[in-house]
């Protein structure tokens, strides 16, 4: 009986793996490509010292019967710093004296009694937070490291997720009330005056040139995009606020 050269083929588990080492790969690949873009972003937007916006699918807007291309966000003056820190100080005063809502403390006690949101519900959120910081800083040193394709940063990762779930069902349960107090409703009139203030054409004119311009708003979505911009490009607004913030939003800019 002749011989036959058979070339044997891979199995279908070396197949699998293969299949895997490939799609972990890849990934990694593509967050470090995202990276570098947020990276070269941020470099970009330290150098100009404001971020663009492009005004690309939204109405149009027009400056002196000049139809405008973009937005740029920048970060408060020393003297529109403190005009927001001033119009939130007076817009919290304002609030305390009307008397219609609960301050932080009153809702917290409120909700803890009626045993909505009690002290246990907030340890286990701060420990979660905890956790998710802990979990965040070990794949970052993964990262700087080189073993992103370890099974350890797999299980931090599928943790993290786990825990981010958590957080926002918690977080999520804690915002439903605690979102509609003096405070919360003071920080976001801070917000959205920040936002005029900050918001300019490429010709230096202000989008808005008061708040009640803004308040006035006809095109919405352009209003809920450029926030998420404006938090993002400060870096110092809490997500969750986001979230707040525009569902408070489309309330008010429905009525236009």
């Not at 492009?54 to 020393?78: A, C, M, R, S, W």
């Not at 009330?177 to 936002?195: H, L, P």
Request: aromatic share 8%; with cysteine.
């Amino acid at each position: 009986m002749a011989e036959t050269n058979e070339v044997v083929g891979p199995g279908a588990e070396e197949v699998l793996n293969a299949q895997e080492t490939a799609e972990d790969s890849r990934e990694t690949v593509i967050e470090e490509a995202k990276e570098t873009a947020k990276d070269t972003e941020k470099e970009s937007e330290l150098i100009r010292g404001y971020r663009i916006f492009p005004l690309d699918g939204y109405k149009d807007k027009f400056l002196d019967n000049v139809k405008q291309t973009e937005i740029h966000i920048y970060h408060p003056k020393i003297g529109e710093d403190s005009e927001i820190d001033n119009f939130h100080s007076r817009t919290l005063s304002k609030l305390m004296k009307e008397g219609d809502l609960f301050t932080e403390e009153e809702m917290a006690e409120s909700l803890n009694k009626r045993g909505i949101w009690t002290e246990a519900q907030i340890k286990e959120l701060d420990k979660i937070v905890e956790r998710i910081a802990r979990i965040s800083s070990k794949i970052i040193s993964a990262k700087i490291e080189g073993t992103m394709n370890s099974p350890a940063v797999a299980k931090w990762k599928e943790e993290r997720t786990e825990l981010n779930q958590k957080r926002n069902k918690l977080d999520g349960l804690r915002s439903k009330y605690m979102n509609s107090t003096v405070e919360a409703n003071a920080t976001r009139e801070q917000a959205k005056k920040k936002m005029q203030l900050c918001c300019r054409y490429a010709s230096g004119a202000r989008v808005w040139n008061s708040l009640e311009d803004l308040n006035g708003e006809s095109d919405v979505q352009l209003v809920f995009k450029l926030l998420y911009q404006c938090m993002y490009y400060w870096s110092g607004i809490d997500q969750s606020f986001l979230g707040d913030f525009l569902e408070e939003a489309i309330g008010e800019y429905g009525t236009i």
